[in-house]
C-alpha cells in the first residue's frame, strides 16, 4: 500500500492521490465556491494584468446591463487606486437601479445565481467569474470583506459590507445599515492583491476607452492609480434598443441542451415541444422530422432519451428550416459608431460600415459593424518619432468587439484580427497595415458568439462570418481609400503650386532682365498660368479618379460573384466525388 | 576687329533676349510657357560624311515650365541666360565655375538654393549654345582648359608674343580662347602635330626634344581633351595643312579619345564642325604592336568587363566603321589585353621616343 502510493505521488507530481471515495466525498463538502477556488486558470483569471481588467469588465458589464435594463443612461466613474505592491483597491459607481437589500446577496455573494441556462438573446456576457467571483476574488487574495452603497428609487441608501462563504457558496453579511444620503446607484468597493496596474493594450484603461467607442450611450469616468482622470464623454442621447430574447434555432442546438429543453417545456408531446420551443419548426418541418426519427413524436418530452435526443438533432441536419429570425439583434449603428470614433479616436478620416444581419451555420443570426479610422490619434503609439518630420509614428489597432464587450486578449486566436490581416490592403493604398496610422473597430454581434474557448477573448473563423467581415472591410477600406486619394491630391496640388510659384519668381527675375519689362508684370502673369493649369488638372484628375472608382467597384461586385459561383462549383464538385465513391 | 567683336556681342545679346522675349510672350498669350531645345544624346546625333564629324540632328524637345520634371531645369535656363546677358554687357570673360557661383542663391522664402552645384549650369550652356547656335566664346565663357603644347611656332596673345621652342619642361598652357580673334600663330615651322593622350608621355616627349629633332608640335590634353587643345589642333590643321597623329592608350578610353579629336563628341554636336579634326590619324598603341615590337607580355593589362562592354559600344558607332578599326577591336577582344603608353618603357626609356614613333611614322602604320 504505501509502496504503491508513493509511485502514484511521483508520477502524479502534485500530492498525494485521491481514490474515487475520496473525491467524492471532497466534492460534496466543497461547494462551488471552492471549485471556483481551484481553478482559477480555467475561469480566465490568470496573469496579474488581466485579472485587473477582468474585474472592471464583471463589475461594469454589469453596470451597463443594469442600467439598460432600467431604462437609465448609464455613468459609471471607476477608480484603481494601488495600497502596496500588487494590492490594489477598485471602486465601481453607477447611476443604475442600485440593489434592494433582498437582491444584494445574490447579486454580489453568489457564484452562478443569475446565470439562465442558454437564454437565445445578445447579451454582454461574463468573461468568466461575475461580480460575485470578484467579491471571492477579493477573500480570497486579501481575507476582506467588500463594501457595497445601493439606493434605489424607491428605498433610502444603505451601505453593507459583506463577503461570501466559500463552502456554502453563500453570501455573508458582516454589517448592513442605512445612511443619510441622496444616492441612486451601487457602488462597490473592493480589495485585490496578486493583480497589476500596467498601462498597455489590455489595461484597464484601453477596455474602458474601447467599452466607451462600443457603448456612445454611457459616460464612463476613470481615475487611475497615478490620480489621473479620464473622461469619455457620451455621444448618443438614448439607451440602444433592447435585443429581443429569441426561440433557439433548431439547426443550433446540440444533444445536451435539446435534453435539457426538453425537461422544461410545456408541451406535452415530443411534436409540441419542437413546435412551440423552437424557432421555425412549422407542421410541414416536423413532418419531415417525422419521417426521420424511428419513435413515435406523441411521446411525452420529458421522457426523451439521449439516444432519441441524438435522432432529433440528426434529423434538424437534414431537415430544410427557414434560416432563423434576425430580428433580435441590437447593431450600435453606424451614426453611432460614427460619432464615439469622432469624439475618442477623433481620426481625419473614418469609415463606418453596419452590415445586415444574417445567419452562420444555418441556426444562429449574427451581425458585424465595422469602421476604418485614418489620421488624427488613429492607430496606436509605437513611442517611436519619424526623423524627418519629428511626428510620432503610429501602428495598426485593432478593436474587436462581441456583443459590444472589447476583446482585448488572445488577438492571434481571433477570426475578427485574422479577418483585418488578412485584407489585401495594398490595393486600398496601405502599403505597410502594421505601421498605418489606422485604427480599424470590429464588432460581431450574435445570439451565439462562436468562442474559441471560456476566456470569451477569441471568435472562431465560420465560414459565413469570415465572409460577412472580408466584404464589410473591403466596403470600408475602398472608402478610406477615396478619402486618403483625395487628401493626397489636395496635398499634391498644393506642393505643385507653391513650386510653380516659387520659380515664377525666379524666372520674372530672368525675364526682366531679358526682355526689360516689369517683373511683377510677368510674376502677375504666370501666376495666373499656373492656377489655371492647376485648376485643368484637378478636373482631369477628378474625372480619372471616378473612373478608377467605378472600375473597382465593377472589379469587386465581380469578385464577389465569382465567389459565390466558385462555392457553389466547389459544393458540387465534391457531390460529383461523393457520388463517385 | 573691335567692332567686330562688338557687332557679334550684339548679335548674341539679341538672340538670348529673343528667348526671354519667347517665353514672355507665351504667358502674355497666356500658353504654357515652353522653351525647344535640341536633343543632345546618342539618338539625335549622326556622322556627317561630308564634314567628317558628329553632327546633331533636328529632334527637338520642349523644356515646359509646368511640368514638374523641368520646372526648376526652366527656371534655371532663363537665369543662365540672363547672367550670360549680364556678363556681356560688362564686357568681361568668365570660366563656367564663375558663372555657377554668380547664378548660386537662395530663393526666396525658401532654403533651397537656384543651383546646387556647377553640374547644373553646365549642361544648361551647352543647351543655350545649341539652341541658339551660338559658340561657347561668343558667350564670353571660358571653360577651363587644361592642355600644353611645344614646338616650333610663335603665338601672339593680345600684346604678348610667346616663342614656344623656349617653353621649358612644362610647356606653354593653352588658353581657354584661341579663336583668331584672341590668338595669332607665327613663325610655324613644322611637319606634324603629335597629340598625346597622357601628360606624363608628353613630359617624356619634351624632354627628349622629340619636338625639335622630329620637326612637329606636340599637345596634351591631359586625357580627355578641353575644347581649347581641340580647337587650337583644328586651326593648325587648317591653316597650316599640318596632319595630326594621335598617340593614345590601347584602351577603349584611349581610342574614344582620338575619335573626340577627329570626329567629336556627342555632348558638343552641335559644334564640331569647329572643334573636330577629322585628318586626325591613329598612331598607336594598338594590341597589333604587341606583337610587332615585340612587347613583353607582362606589361600589357586584362581587360575588365567595363572595357569589353565600352569596346562592343565603340565598335557599333558609326565613325568606327573603317575595317581597320573592327579588326583592332576583334584583336583587343580575342587577346584580352589592352597597352598603357608607359609600358614601352620596359624596352627601354627612349624606345617610344626613338623607335616606336620614327617607326610607326616611316611605316606609315596608323588607323583611319
Redesign the interface.
Known sequence: MVEEKKISEEENGNGPVLTAEQLAKEFKEHSVAEFFKKNRQMLGLTGKIKTLTTIVHEYVSNSLDACEESGILPEIEIKISELSEEYYEIMVKDNGPGLTKETLGKALGQLLAGTKFHRMMQMRGQQGIGASGCTMLSLMTTGKQIQVISGTAKHSPFMAEMTIDPKKNEPKIIKIEEIKKEFTGLAIKAKFKEVKYQKGEQSPLEYLRRTAIANPHAKIIFIDPFGEKTVFERTAKTIPAKPIEVKPHPKGITVDELLTMAKATQGRKISSFLKTDFDRTGDKAIEEISKNISFDMNKDPKKMSWEEAEEIIKSFKTTNFIAPSTEGLSAIGENRIEASLKSIVKPEFLSVLTRKPTVYKGGFAFQVEVAIAYGGNSGKSSGEKDEQTGQEIKRVEVMRFANRVPLLFDAGGCALSRAVQGLDWKRYGIKNLDNAPLTVFVHMLSVHIPYTGAGKQAVSDEEEVMEELRLALMQAARQIMRSIAGKRRLEEKEQ?KK??L??????A???H???G?KKDE?EK??H???L??LKLEEKMEKELEQKTDEEIAAELEKEAEKEKKGKKNKKSAIKENDGEE | MADDVKAKDAEVIKR??G???Q??DQ??A????SIELPVRTLGNIFFDRKSKTIKLGDKTSQRQ??N?AH??K??QT??V??EI??IINQNATTSIRDLYYALKHT????N?N?FNDQSESDPLIEDIESSLDLLREELHLAASSKGVIVGNMKIKDGKDTIDLTRMGSGGWGIPSNVEPERIEIKDLDAEYILFIEKDAVWKRFNEDAFWKKNRCVIITGRGQPSRAERRLVQRLNNEYNLPVFALMDADPWGMYIYSVIKQGSISLSYSEEKLATPDTKYIGLTVKDVETFKIPKEVTIKLNHLDVKRLNEMKSYEWFKAKEWQEEFALMKEKAIKLELEALSKKGIRFITETYLPEKIKSKDFLP
Open positions: 505643385k513650386l510653380f516659387k520659380y515664377a519668381t525666379e524666372v527675375i530672368a525675364l532682365e531679358l526682355t519689362k510677368i502673369k504666370f495666373a498660368i499656373v489655371k493649369k | 538670348l533676349e528667348l526671354g522675349k517665353v514672355f504667358i502674355d497666356g500658353k504654357e510657357p515650365f509646368l514638374i520646372t526648376r526652366f527656371m532663363t537665369l541666360a540672363s546677358k549680364k530663393i526666396a522664402d525658401t533651397e537656384s
